[in-house]
């Protein structure tokens, strides 16, 4: 036991590995080390097991995303979403649920695209939608989870911002939520009307090519870093939570545990690669769906770094409806799958 503590603590020292994640990742080892070295192997052992049956969504999941900006075909987000309202609605909810942004990364583009011009209604769907799921996320949540609430998370992204869109849009019609951005913001970003169209033989250009390869990369070491951290979370529930426990807080028949979910997830929502495999063992452990579904969607759609983000640039009429909507939709969702689940 003493030589893996000393293997971890030389880890350590490697300046790859001192990044807050891969820190937490290191204390949380040498933690078990030290306080209970049985669960050490245990953990390890959990881990590589898990990660053999996540590996080739992994893969697939960093290959779209390598895609997705290799070819650039991000540029056709803020293209589709200029037009007849009800169309692009519609168009901004369902490439909201395609799009590979979390809370805070899809706030720059949401101000750029409102500083260009595009309505709010449109921008909020896309808002809505986006950190909910990606092809990323959901091949994970298929693969962690399970196939049926992958599917049922990904229409809840576009349901969810549909509603949103078109609440905005009637809020509009009534006089409410004009000039969504603050003065200092507007104008600011105007670059998106600048990129080129889509490539999609990205392969025949070098610079392209190795966009691809970087994005690649990059893609598979996050995932894979912090889908470590969770998977050693995830073993620590199975050894340290009690099913009982689980199942009276958040198990039973009632709308309790899905509202409790709900209001938790928005300040306690770690990142999305962590939570679905910890909501996935307390589903196990008697945690009622909707009320996982509710948490992930609420800390999916908006979370304290990112409330911090949203008041930077935008008014506050417009931080309370999105957290508001965050709330009122999550909790709506939550509901309606764990009926239906």
Excluded: H
């Excluded at 939608?129 to 693969?143: E, F, K, N, Q, R």
Aim: hydrophobic content about 60%; charged content about 10%; some cysteine.
């Amino acid at each position: 036991m003493t030589s893996i503590v000393s293997g971890l603590i030389n880890f350590g020292y490697n300046r790859t590995f001192l990044e807050p994640v891969w820190t937490v990742f290191l204390l949380a080892l040498l933690s078990i080390a030290v306080f209970d070295p049985q669960q050490l192997p245990v953990s390890l052992k959990f881990m590589g097991d898990t990660f053999v049956l996540i590996i080739p969504f992994i893969l697939a999941s960093s290959l779209i995303y390598a895609y997705v900006s290799a070819t650039q075909a991000d540029s056709l987000i803020a293209s589709a979403l200029q037009g007849r309202q009800g169309v692009v609605i519609l168009t901004a909810a369902m490439f909201g649920a395609l799009s590979p942004f979390c809370s805070c990364g899809v706030i720059p583009l949401i101000a750029a695209m409102l500083a260009m011009g595009v309505p709010l209604a449109p921008v909020m769907a896309f808002w809505i939608a986006s950190p909910i799921i990606d092809p990323v996320m959901y091949l994970l949540t298929a693969g962690i989870v399970s196939w049926e609430f992958a599917t049922a998370k990904a229409l809840g992204a576009i349901v969810l911002g549909l509603t949103a869109g078109w609440a905005v849009y009637l809020a509009q019609q009534a006089g409410y939520l004009i000039d969504p951005l603050k003065p200092s913001v507007t104008g600011d970003a105007t670059t998106l009307s600048q990129v080129d169209k889509p490539v999609w033989r990205f392969w025949e250009e070098a610079p392209r090519k190795a966009v691809f390869i970087e994005k690649t990369t990059n893609i598979m070491l996050l995932l894979l870093k912090w889908l470590a951290l969770a998977f050693l979370l995830e073993s620590l529930l199975v050894a340290y939570v009690p099913t009982e426990w689980v199942a009276s807080s958040f198990g039973g028949d009632t709308q309790s545990p899905i509202l409790w979910a709900t209001i938790i997830g928005v300040p306690a929502y770690i990142n999305g690669y962590v939570a679905v495999p910890l909501i996935a063992e307390l589903i196990n452990k008697g945690m009622q769906p909707g009320a996982g579904m509710a948490f992930l969607i609420a800390g999916g759609i908006t979370s304290i770094p990112a409330m911090i983000a949203v008041v930077a640039v935008a008014r506050i009429q417009v931080v309370m409806f999105y957290v508001g909507f965050a709330l009122v939709g999550s909790f709506a969702w939550g509901l309606i799958y764990q009926l239906w689940a």
